[in-house]
């Protein structure tokens, strides 16, 4: 079956640095785009960070030059470091998988929270 499972995240102190881990199986992960996406209390759902299967990537402009999106497809696995963090950083950040923009092969993970707090 498919799965996507989120590890890494916790609490840091602002200005901290983080490494979140995605590994996926069940599925031709290499085919795949990868996003992780967050989503804060009160607050929509909203994109981080993408890496197409191509390797062209795209971030938030809250999150460019201190979020960096990576893949290493030998092990099935994305990967978001997360450097100068923020208290706005904080929010439970969920790992995605989807092929060809279609509904059937669009996969999430549990979620992993990060919270940045002094």
């Known amino acids: 079956q498919v799965q996507l499972v989120e590890s890494g995240g916790g609490l840091v102190q602002p200005g901290g640095s983080l490494r979140l881990s995605c590994a996926a199986s069940g599925f031709t992960f290499r085919l795949y785009a990868v996003s992780w996406y967050r989503q804060a209390p009160g607050k929509e759902r909203e994109s981080v960070a993408r890496?197409?299967?191509?390797?062209?990537?795209n971030y938030a402009d809250s999150v460019k030059g201190r979020f960096t999106i990576s893949r290493d497809n030998a092990k099935n696995t994305v990967y978001l470091q997360m450097n100068s963090l923020k208290p706005a950083d904080t929010a439970v950040y969920y790992c995605?998988?989807?092929?060809?923009?279609?509904?059937?092969?669009?996969?999430w993970g549990q979620g992993t929270q990060v919270t940045v707090s002094s």
């Open positions: 995605n998988a989807q092929k060809w923009g279609l509904s059937e092969y669009d996969y």
């Open positions: 890496m197409a299967a191509d390797l062209s990537t």
